[in-house]
């Protein structure tokens, strides 16, 4: 079967750094992708890893590990609309690629 | 001007309607889903269409049957409502079946 691991909940401070990791257990594996969902809206693309190594965007960095099965987000200088819940997503080959999203990691950004 | 738009944004029935959820994408894009998120935040999905074309349906139960009469549309029926199947129902496109994913605002289903 599949599986996805990331923490339940992550409280950082205005201006710093937080890593949100995501482990994973699957076979096919083809990709990870990463979502920000603000409390009552839809989930937002944030970035999208295939191959090992950081993908940088904006103040959002995520990064992979196929060997490791393993990711995470990396959040430069916080801001308080940055919190929000954070899913990584698993994509697994197998004719057309599925999706499996993680349970999800709530970031409170503090003051 | 919205990419993915799903009506109702509300739902409230009682148990043993039937009901539909609409879906629309002016994207262009060739791959839409069906996501439910439970109370737990829990986001699940339940189906995925590629022109047309049913590719992957999740063990849900056979109430829940998509639609889709062009690629820009899928709409979900539900038949027989459970309490259950209260949740957020989502619905999202992406150009391709590995690409980012484009979701609706959801669709927030009570029932009584």
């Known amino acids: 079967g599949q599986s996805l691991e990331q923490p339940s909940e992550v409280t950082a401070v205005e201006g710093a750094i937080v890593q949100i990791n995501c482990t994973y257990q699957t076979s096919g594996f083809y990709g990870l992708s990463w979502y920000q969902q603000h409390d009552g809206g839809a989930p937002t693309f944030l970035s999208y890893n295939a191959l090992d190594g950081l993908e940088e965007t904006g103040r959002f960095s995520s990064f992979l590990s196929r060997s490791d099965s393993y990711g995470y987000l990396l959040l430069q200088e916080l801001q308080m609309k940055d919190s929000a819940s954070y899913f990584c997503?698993?994509?697994?080959?197998?004719?057309?690629?599925?999706?499996?999203f993680g349970t999800g990691t709530k970031l409170q950004v503090i003051p | 001007d919205t990419a993915v738009s799903q009506t109702p944004k509300y739902l409230v029935t009682q148990m043993g309607n039937d009901k539909s959820i609409k879906c629309e994408q002016n994207?262009?894009?060739?791959?839409m889903y069906w996501y439910k998120q439970d109370s737990k935040k829990f986001l699940k999905i339940m189906f995925s269409y590629n022109n047309k074309e049913l590719i992957i349906n999740e063990t849900v139960p056979n109430r829940f049957s998509p639609k889709s009469p062009d690629k820009a549309h899928l709409n979900l029926h539900i038949n027989s409502l459970e309490l259950g199947d209260s949740a957020v129902y989502f619905c999202a496109s992406s150009r391709g079946a590995n690409q980012p994913q484009h979701f609706g605002d959801g669709t927030r289903l009570s029932i009584l």
């Open positions: 994207l262009g894009h060739d791959t």
């Open positions: 997503a698993v994509l697994r080959s197998g004719g057309y690629q599925k999706v499996t």
